[in-house]
């Protein structure tokens, strides 16, 4: 697997990571402890050293997978976790006061099974706490040992800034796919002014570009894309037109779907990773695959091309949670 540098952080991971959070939240019922530390173990063996995890996915039942899975493979990965919002209460509900950061880096250490935290995001921005005494309690935690860098999560440009000034930046974690574009405009220029390196979540699309889910693809109960518009069953019928295209571009690269959407993220600046999740080993594998995938300047000129001309039915985002995202 070739390795990347998150901007200039110093940071270095594997090109592709594992978003960790479906094995224990979000996409129904929980994969089973043993089989989630299979797939974690298993993506170590075949080159990943970037896992990303948080205390609310769960909660706290996915960091102590994480933990317990890259444990012998401590000092060759690097974790990710998060704090920010305030478990317990109705949600979705924030706390980002710093003594709450330190509770939450302490808690996490002991979930994780590590002495450090490779990468502290805050999950979403507080609005009801200055992002400088945000930036300030990660800071402190950096100059006791107990963090080594700072990230933010779906943070608007002017709070990046304005953390950055505090503590550098390593990364920022926001969605960024073929399917959802938007940080093209402003983000990404902002990233690469004061290096900061990019790490792109639900880079397939929560699923939807790997060809997999259809119209008729019934989701549990518990899956939270029963709440995304974009993938309420008649937005994704209208929306099955993108992934067929993307289906026959995979086709002229003996690839996949999910392959083709990967490479192109890859191709778009040298310190953007993403970090495709699954549960299934399968999967995993072919994600991988992606990091193999050469597209020329043509080939991803005709990709932008292509898939530009087609229509997306739908929003990213309930409403709801569309008020925490670029504050």
Same mark, same amino acid.
């Given at each position: ?49 970037? %896992? ?20 012998? %493979? ?9 704090? =920010? ?5 109705? =949600? ?105 390196? %990019? ?15 259809? @119209? ?60 495709? =999740? ?18 020329? @300047? ?6 932008? @091309? ?12 309930? @409403? ?8």
């Amino acid at each position: 697997m070739q390795k990347r540098e998150l901007g200039k952080s110093g940071l270095t991971v594997s090109a592709i990571g594992l978003g960790c959070m479906g094995l224990s939240f979000g996409l129904g019922p929980p994969t089973e402890k043993a089989e989630g530390i299979k797939l974690i173990r298993a993506a170590v063996e075949q080159g990943v050293t970037f %896992f990303d995890t948080a205390e609310v996915y769960g909660p706290y039942i996915n960091e102590e997978v994480v933990g317990e899975a890259l444990e012998p %493979f401590r000092r060759d990965v690097v974790i990710a976790t998060k704090f =920010g919002f305030d478990i317990g209460k109705p =949600g979705p509900a924030l706390n980002s006061r710093p003594e709450n950061i330190r509770a939450v880096a302490e808690a996490s250490l002991g979930r994780l099974r590590t002495d450090v935290i490779d990468l502290f995001y805050q999950h979403r921005v507080d609005l009801d706490v200055p992002i400088e005494d945000v930036a300030g309690a990660v800071k402190d935690l950096i100059a006791e040992g107990k963090v080594k860098h700072f990230g933010l999560s779906e943070a608007g440009v002017k709070t990046i800034r304005r953390a950055h000034a505090v503590q550098p930046v390593a990364a920022l974690q926001s969605e960024y796919s073929l399917w959802w574009r938007e940080p093209e405009a402003e983000i990404i220029p902002t990233l690469e002014e004061l290096g900061i390196g %990019f790490v792109p979540f639900s880079p397939l699309g929560k699923g939807f570009l790997t060809g997999a889910i259809n @119209e008729t693809t019934s989701f549990d109960p518990s899956d939270f894309r029963n709440q995304v518009p974009r993938l309420a069953p008649e937005a994704r019928k209208a929306n099955l037109a993108f992934v067929d295209l993307l289906g026959r571009i995979a086709q002229t690269k003996s690839s996949t779907p999910a392959q083709i959407a990967l490479a192109w993220l890859l191709a778009q600046k040298p310190w953007i990773v993403p970090i495709p =999740g699954t549960t299934k080993l399968h999967r995993l594998t072919e994600n991988l695959g992606a990091a193999k995938l050469q597209l020329s @300047e043509q080939e991803l000129k005709d990709i932008d @091309e292509a898939l530009s001309a087609v229509p997306v039915e739908g929003d990213r985002y309930p @409403e709801h949670f569309k008020k925490l995202v670029g504050r």
